[in-house]
């Protein structure tokens, strides 16, 4: 509701979503590997996963964690395609953007066919509404493998699914700066930001609303 805190009803900030109490509490990200940022001790620039086996992705910045109420709020986004729910995770990533914004954003694409059945892209979505408030320009890659949902499967199979999955229609600008909702494994970015590198940008970063801490749904 207008004017009320989407997460508690109480009056929000003026010209926020939130108030002030419940901004203080919300799952914030506040300690993250620089690479992947997932969760890590305070002053560990990476996990141990990044220093064993690097991405292809340079940096991620994810500001909050994937935890309640943020999980709520994403699955009212990714599933339900709620406005009001979009509208808020992205004025949080606004909050917390990354150092370098890069030349351009890029949205994650979705499969035509997966498109057609779903009709909502939630990476896509939030990618338009940065572009509009930050007047930075966006690309566009193509999903050319229809892989099955990534929700069940484990970090590898994760890679495995998606490799070969996106292409780049023209060289894109040197820098790309992928938006998704949340980051769970990486293999998305991974695989996105393989196919940016091998099309010819140069650096490839990750900024999304919310990082799942390991070990969690």
Not at 5 to 32: D, E, M
Not at 99 to 121: C, E, I, Y
Not at 140 to 154: E, G, H, V, Y
Request: aromatic share 6%; glycine share 6%; with cysteine.
């Amino acid at each position: 509701m207008p004017g009320y805190c989407a997460f508690c009803l109480a009056p929000a900030l003026a010209g926020q979503g939130w108030c002030l109490a419940c901004l203080k509490t919300l799952p914030w990200n506040r300690h993250a590997c620089r690479q992947c940022g997932d969760p890590v001790t305070h002053e560990t620039p990476l996990c141990g996963h990044c220093l064993v086996e690097p991405s292809t992705f340079t940096a991620t910045q994810a500001g909050l964690m994937y935890l309640e109420p943020i999980k709520e709020l994403v699955h009212d986004f990714k599933f339900h395609a709620s406005p009001r729910a979009g509208t808020l995770l992205a004025e949080l990533m606004l909050l917390t953007p990354p150092a370098d914004l890069g030349d351009a954003l890029l949205s994650v694409p979705m499969h035509p066919s997966h498109a057609r059945t779903r009709g909502f892209n939630q990476s896509q979505w939030l990618a338009e509404r940065l572009s509009r408030q930050l007047d930075a320009p966006m690309v566009s890659a193509n999903r050319i493998k229809d892989s099955p949902s990534q929700r069940t499967l484990n970090r590898r199979q994760r890679a495995a699914n998606l490799a070969g999955a996106f292409v780049f229609e023209s060289v894109p600008p040197a820098h790309l700066l992928i938006i998704d909702d949340v980051v769970t494994t990486g293999s998305t970015g991974h695989a996105l930001a393989r196919a940016a590198l091998d099309a010819g940008a140069e650096r490839v970063d990750i900024w999304a609303a919310a990082r799942t801490p390991l070990g969690k749904d």
